[in-house]
């Protein structure tokens, strides 16, 4: 039976578009691969980040409860003590050379707002010494209990991190 | 015939540039769903070879990452190159893949199984992929982690506290690098078992390419390892971050998505682009459903040829229920026919010289019965003079250019031309015809997957039905482009000028 069809060109010419195909594909892959390079960053930028996991103080003062109210609650669930277990909101300011950075106000994570609560930011600065002021509040009053300032000397492309761990002694600035 | 849409002409289009440089049956863009998994075999056989020579914790899969791209015998240059250009290709011929069915509407009908199950693969394979590039440990890497719990962190329950496991230098453990590991290995035969359901309802799916092109995929896959050898970038170090970073564009497209849009814009798109991608069988319909193929009992005899030979697996074989002499009866799952016709063709009951008045087969298609088909030969033939005339079978789906009626043709149509019986075309030529012309998709590009490849066995005499052996095969030409009204022409014109040796003489 004789059969027709598409005519693939002559031998030289099908030869060069083979070649045209599997050589776009294969510099479809090479190239897509790793390039074009994605830029991360300015020339002179480094790099500020924030981030800490924190529980604040309880909402509420734990409290007696009287009589009548422990009449009222189950007897397994009768205790004394009455604590509420929300959490304080974390308030956090941070200034760089004087300038107010970030003015936050973190919520207890958790569905029963007793969790800590969780920040992450990251930003662009110049490289080159900045003055670095950061003050936490994990009081229900909103008052800072905690702080830190320091002078710190970032080269392009260095990260300095910003942390909180009261056990470590509250807030940690890390450059490596 | 169907007039084309915008997206069936596209892929003609590509089709037809890609078939002047490759013959019919190497034709990539024909067999991208079995160069995809020929992508993912090559990159799972070189990750296991890697394996084996891979240090799995933090200090040792750096170095592990450039002992092999530093191997002065060029074997770890090339294994490297292969698992990462493989996933790299595997990405693409997906796309391709995906690409291609699209502008053929391969998710209408009973094809949405096809398609709603290929969905899931793509998000198998980037995460396999994704998890790959962090297992190097190198600047990329990091940026990766970072960039990806980013990303997650944009979800409702993800705490924002992911992020952290990954600023520090000492935050990092061995236990992150053994759960990437297993999320390495583990996604991967995920996706093995997803292809696994994505074919089911295929009947003898092309799961490989044609030899030649899975070499040429191999090849093409060496040389890039060779020219372009898989680098790392320099270490990961969290207090550092490069000026910019090289990315793997197929994997790590989302971090710049994040990085522009943020986490929310991020999964607003990829889940945007997944959920419409799910929802089209649905969104498009396209015209109505085209009823499915009918079992005649009466004139089946239970052989199940059309159950060997229908693409999609619709026919299952079962016990007789019509107290007839024959064991099996065909039943037709009416939810996974596409109405093709091929099980029309595979009937030994649609042979056109059966004494009935009213030919039927043992198994129909209700809107194009094959009685039809006869009575329109005998007709058109009273009035004609024996070898005046040229059979042109066209398929329906093979979209051809403007068609003037012309005389000297004798033009049916057909869902596919893997519904004509071989015997049809002994008839016509015993009837008096000059020649049959059939046109139709080009080898591989079946709309119905197999109606070509069967065409041609059927009249090759390689399978039932087959073809009556001394039936002038000359006389029947197959022309794969219907398309081409000028060589469909040509062909008429050539079987009318050479009369046939022996004529028909007593088939009137
Ligand atoms: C892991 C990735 C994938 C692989 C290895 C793969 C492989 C295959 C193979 C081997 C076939 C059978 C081809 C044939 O014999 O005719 C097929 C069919 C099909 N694939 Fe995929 N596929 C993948 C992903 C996808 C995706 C992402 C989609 C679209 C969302 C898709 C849609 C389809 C459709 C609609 C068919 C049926 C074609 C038809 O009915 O004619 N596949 N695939
Ligand atoms: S018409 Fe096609 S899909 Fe339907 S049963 Fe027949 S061969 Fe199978
Ligand atoms: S090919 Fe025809 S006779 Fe054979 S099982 Fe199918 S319907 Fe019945």
């Given amino acids: 039976m004789p059969e027709s069809g598409t005519r693939p060109l002559p031998f030289p010419a099908r030869v060069a578009l083979q070649c045209l195909v599997l050589g776009g594909f294969a510099a479809f892959i090479g190239v897509f691969s ?17 981030s800490f996991t924190h529980a604040a103080q309880l909402q509420h003062p734990c409290r007696e409860r009287n009589a009548e109210e422990l009449k009222k609650l189950a007897p397994n669930m009768r205790t004394q003590l009455d604590c509420p277990r929300q959490r304080a909101v ?45 003050r936490l509040s994990d009081k229900p009053s909103g008052e800072f209990n905690h702080s830190k300032e320091a002078v710190v000397d970032l ?11 009261p056990a470590e002694g509250g807030f940690i600035f890390t450059k490596e | 015939m169907a007039t084309p849409c915008l997206r069936s002409r596209a892929d003609r289009v590509i089709d037809a540039a890609i078939a002047r440089a490759f013959a019919a049956p190497y ?21 296991i070879v890697a394996y084996a020579l891979y240090d799995t914790s933090i200090s040792g899969a750096y170095q592990s990452g450039l002992r092999l791209q530093n191997d002065p015998s060029y074997f770890g240059v090339l294994l490297r190159g292969l698992h990462r250009y493989g996933a790299d290709a595997f990405m693409l011929l997906m796309i391709l893949h995906l690409l291609r069915e699209f502008l053929r509407s391969h998710y209408r009908g009973p094809r949405w199984y096809s398609w709603l199950s290929g969905v899931p693969l793509i998000w198998l394979g980037w995460l396999a992929g994704l998890t790959g590039l962090w297992l190097l440990w190198d600047s990329r890497a990091l940026h990766s982690v970072m960039a990806t719990a980013e990303w997650l962190q944009a979800l409702p329950l993800v705490d924002e506290g992911l992020v952290r496991n990954f600023l520090a230098s000492g935050a990092l453990n061995d236990r992150f690098f053994s759960l990437v590991m297993f999320l390495h290995i583990g996604v991967p035969l995920f996706l093995i078992g997803g292809l696994w359901a994505h074919l089911q309802r295929i009947h003898l ?56 849009l943020s986490g929310a814009g991020t999964w607003a798109v990829a889940g945007g682009l997944t959920l419409l991608c799910a929802s089209l069988p649905w969104l498009d319909r396209g015209r109505r459903k085209p009823a499915p193929a009918r079992v005649e009992l009466i ?15 619709a026919i299952r074989m079962v016990p007789r229920t019509d107290g007839g002499m024959h064991a099996q009866q065909a039943a037709v799952d009416d939810e996974l026919c596409v109405a093709c016709g091929i099980c029309v063709g595979a009937c030994p009951s649609s042979t056109p010289f059966r004494r009935i008045e009213d030919l039927v087969s043992g198994i129909e298609l209700p809107e194009q019965p094959i009685g039809r088909l006869r009575q329109t030969l005998r007709e058109v033939l009273k009035s004609r003079a024996p070898g005046s005339m ?8 093979s979209p051809g250019g403007s068609q003037a009626p012309d005389p000297s043709m004798l033009s049916i149509e057909v869902e596919c031309l893997g519904m004509l019986p071989p015997s049809f075309l002994d008839f016509a030529l015993r009837q ?52 081409d009204e000028a060589s469909i022409r040509n062909a008429v014109d050539e079987l009318l000028r050479h009369p046939m040796h022996d004529q028909p003489g007593d088939a009137r």
């Fill in chain 1, 34 to 50: 790793a390039k074009p390079a994605y830029p991360l960053r300015g020339e002179n930028d480094a790099i500020v980040k924030l």
């Fill in chain 1, 90 to 134: 974390v308030r956090f300011e941070m200034e760089m050379d004087g300038k107010p950075a970030y003015r936050l106000e973190l919520p207890p994570g958790g569905l029963r707002k007793d969790g800590p609560a969780t920040v992450y930011r990251r930003a662009m600065v110049a490289a080159g010494t900045h003055r670095i002021a950061a």
């Fill in chain 1, 155 to 165: 080269k392009p492309g260095q990260v300095l991190l910003v942390d909180f761990i």
């Fill in chain 2, 27 to 47: 034709n990539p863009w024909r067999q991208l769903g079995a160069l995809t998994s020929l992508a993912l075999a090559i990159t799972v056989a070189s990750g």
């Fill in chain 2, 205 to 260: 799916p092309a799961v490989w390419p044609r030899r030649a092109a899975g070499v040429g995929l191999l090849l093409t896959l060496g040389v890039v390892s060779l020219l372009a050898p898989a680098q790392s970038l320099g270490m990961a170090d969290p207090h550092f971050v490069p000026k910019a970073i090289s990315l793997d564009w197929f994997f790590q497209l989302p971090h710049v998505l994040t990085d522009s």
């Fill in chain 2, 299 to 313: 004139h089946c005899n239970g052989c199940s040829r059309c159950a060997a030979d229908c693409p999609f697996g």
């Fill in chain 2, 390 to 397: 040229v059979l042109v079978c066209r398929c329906r789906h």
């Fill in chain 2, 432 to 483: 008096g015809l000059a020649g049959a012309v059939l046109a139709g998709c080009e080898g591989g590009n079946c709309e119905f997957r197999l109606g070509d490849r069967w065409t041609l066995d059927r009249i090759a005499g390689r399978r039932a039905p087959r073809l009556r052996r001394n039936v002038a095969r000359e006389r029947i030409i197959s022309l794969a482009r219907q398309d």
